[in-house]
């Protein structure tokens, strides 16, 4: 079985970033950027496997880029 790996990039505005990761104690934590972006993969239903999420913001956006591994049968 080989693993294709895929970037997703997303770039979400603070406010919706910070109320969807609220639970959260710190919300710039990898694992907080890992809960969006698993978020985000169940809404387009996607079954990818999220590895690393780098984070980076500005004033008004996060901007997130998360390797997302495909398994695939050869």
């Not at 710039?28 to 690393?52: N, P, S």
């Amino acid at each position: 079985m080989s693993i294709i790996v895929n970037h997703h990039r997303l770039c979400i505005p603070i406010a919706i970033y910070l109320e969807q990761v609220a639970d959260f104690t710190n919300p710039w934590d990898e694992r907080a950027y890992q809960a969006y972006t698993q978020h985000y993969l169940d809404e387009i239903h996607d079954e990818g496997i999220i590895g690393m999420v780098r984070q980076h913001r500005d004033d008004q956006y996060v901007y997130l880029d998360a390797a997302v591994r495909y398994p695939v049968e050869n």
